[in-house]
C-alpha cells in the first residue's frame, strides 16, 4: 500500500531518533507528499558546543553550479552546514573552531563541529540556516546533551532555529515530558490505528470506559517497568507486536460482522470481553512507548518524574484521540447503509495496513 510519508534520511539514522520519526502515516487518494529528514547530537557545555549532523546527500543536488567536480562538493557541503549555523548562550554568539565531514553510510553526508561559547548563560539558541536551503519539507531532529540531560528538539525549514535550557525548573521539565508524550501518541501511527481498530465495534459508553481503562493500566505497567530497566524486552519483536495486536482486533471485527445472523450477540460477548483483550496488548503497547522515553536517557534523578510526566502526556494525547474518534463513528453509524458494511470495511483497511506493518517491521528487523 503507497504511504504519503517518504523519508529521505538515511535509513540507518531512523533508529537513533525514533521518539520523533513515528509521523502520523495515513491513506491518501492524493499524490504522495515528501517529508525529507535531517538528524543531530549536540554536546553544550560551559564554554563550548560541539554537533555532529546527518544530511542525505540527495538533499544538496541543485544547490552547487553545474559541473562542480565531485571531489568539491564534501568541501562545499562543510561550507554549507557550518558557515549558515549560528549557536547562541545567553547574550553571545559562539565562534566555530573546529569542522570536518565524512560519509555516513551509503547515501549521507556527517557534519562534525565544535564552537567556543561565552560562560555564563543558561538558555542555548541553535539556527541551522542550512535548512531554509534545503528542499522544502525539511525536518530536523535534534538530540541534545546539556546540564546532565538529553533531549530532543525538532527544527524545519520554515522554522531553522532550537533552544534548550541547561538547568530548567521542575515544572518546566514536567510540562516538557508531558508535550513529548503527547506529541508520541499522536505520531505513533500504529498506536492510533490499534485505538481506531478498538472503537469500531461501537457499543455502550460503559464498554469503552472499561476498553480505554483496562489499555491505560497495562501499558503505565510495562512503561514504569522498561523505563525502570526491570524488563527490557528487543524492540524489535515489541514493534512487531503491536503491529500484529492491530491485526488481532481488527480481525476480531470482522470475525464478529461475518454475517448478519446472530451479529448481535457476537457483537455483546466481544464488547463483553474486549477490556481483557486490550489488557494485554496495552502491556506490549506500554513496552513501545518505554523505547520511546529511553531514546532520551534521562538521568536516574529524573527518570521518575519524566516517567509520570510522560506517561500522563501519553494519556492526554490517547483520550483526545478517542474523543475525536468516537463520535465521528457514532455519526457514521446514524446512516441506515453503513452498518455493518461500513465497519467492516474500515476494519478491513485496518486489518491491512496492520499486515503491512507487521511485515515491514519482521523483514526490516
Not at 535531517?38 to 564554554?47: C, H, I, K
Not at 547562541?88 to 565531514?101: A, M, N, P, Y
Not at 530532543?152 to 532550537?162: D, H, L, M, W
Not at 493500566?217 to 525502570?228: E, F, R
Request: charge should be positive; hydrophobic fraction near 50%.
Amino acid at each position: 500500500m503507497p504511504l504519503p510519508l517518504r523519508l529521505s534520511a538515511p535509513l540507518h539514522l531512523v533508529p537513533r531518533h525514533g521518539l520523533v520519526l513515528g509521523l502520523v502515516l495515513l491513506a491518501s487518494t492524493t499524490r504522495a507528499h515528501l517529508t525529507r529528514v535531517s538528524t543531530s547530537d549536540w554536546t553544550l557545555e560551559p564554554g563550548s558546543a560541539s554537533a555532529e549532523l546527518q544530511f542525505f546527500r540527495g538533499d544538496f543536488a541543485g544547490l552547487f553550479p553545474p559541473g562542480t567536480p565531485e571531489g568539491e562538493v564534501p568541501e562545499r557541503v562543510l561550507a554549507l552546514v557550518t558557515g549558515t549555523a549560528r549557536i547562541r548562550v545567553g547574550d553571545g554568539e559562539c565562534q566555530l573552531r573546529e569542522r570536518s565531514i565524512g560519509p555516513q553510510g551509503e547515501d549521507g553526508w556527517s557534519v562534525k563541529a565544535r564552537w567556543t561559547c561565552p560562560g555564563g548563560g543558561r538558555r542555548w539558541s541553535a539556527r541551522l540556516g542550512v535548512l531554509e536551503l534545503l528542499p522544502p519539507g525539511q525536518t530536523h531532529l535534534a538530540r541534545v546533551s546539556v546540564g546532565g540531560q538529553v533531549v530532543e528538539r525538532i527544527a524545519r525549514s520554515a522554522a531553522p532555529v532550537f533552544e534548550v535550557e541547561s538547568d530548567p525548573g521542575v515544572w518546566a521539565a514536567a510540562w516538557r515530558f508531558l508535550r513529548l508524550g503527547v506529541e508520541h501518541i499522536f505520531t505513533g501511527y500504529d498506536h492510533i490505528a490499534f485505538l481506531i481498530a478498538l472503537l469500531l465495534l461501537g457499543g455502550r459508553f460503559l464498554d469503552l470506559v472499561k476498553i480505554v481503562t483496562s489499555f491505560t493500566v497495562a501499558h503505565s505497567i510495562t512503561l514504569a517497568l522498561a523505563a525502570l530497566g526491570v524488563l527490557t524486552p528487543p524492540v524489535r519483536w515489541v514493534e512487531a507486536l503491536i503491529a500484529a495486536s492491530i491485526v488481532a482486533v481488527a480481525a476480531e471485527n470482522l470475525w464478529v460482522l461475518r454475517r448478519e445472523e446472530g451479529s448481535r450477540a457476537r457483537l455483546v460477548s466481544a464488547l463483553r470481553h474486549r477490556w481483557a483483550i486490550t489488557f494485554g496488548f496495552g502491556l506490549v503497547h506500554g513496552f513501545g512507548f518505554a523505547s520511546a522515553l529511553r531514546e532520551l536517557r534521562l538521568p536516574r534523578s529524573a527518570l521518575v518524574a519524566g516517567l509520570v510526566s510522560f506517561n500522563i502526556g501519553v494519556e492526554v494525547g490517547q483520550v483526545a484521540i478517542v474523543a475525536l474518534v468516537f463520535p465521528l463513528l457514532r455519526w457514521l453509524r446514524s446512516f441506515p447503509h453503513f452498518q455493518p458494511a461500513g465497519t467492516r470495511l474500515l476494519s478491513a483497511a485496518v486489518a491491512l495496513f496492520g499486515v503491512v506493518l507487521l511485515v515491514q517491521r519482521i523483514a526490516g528487523g
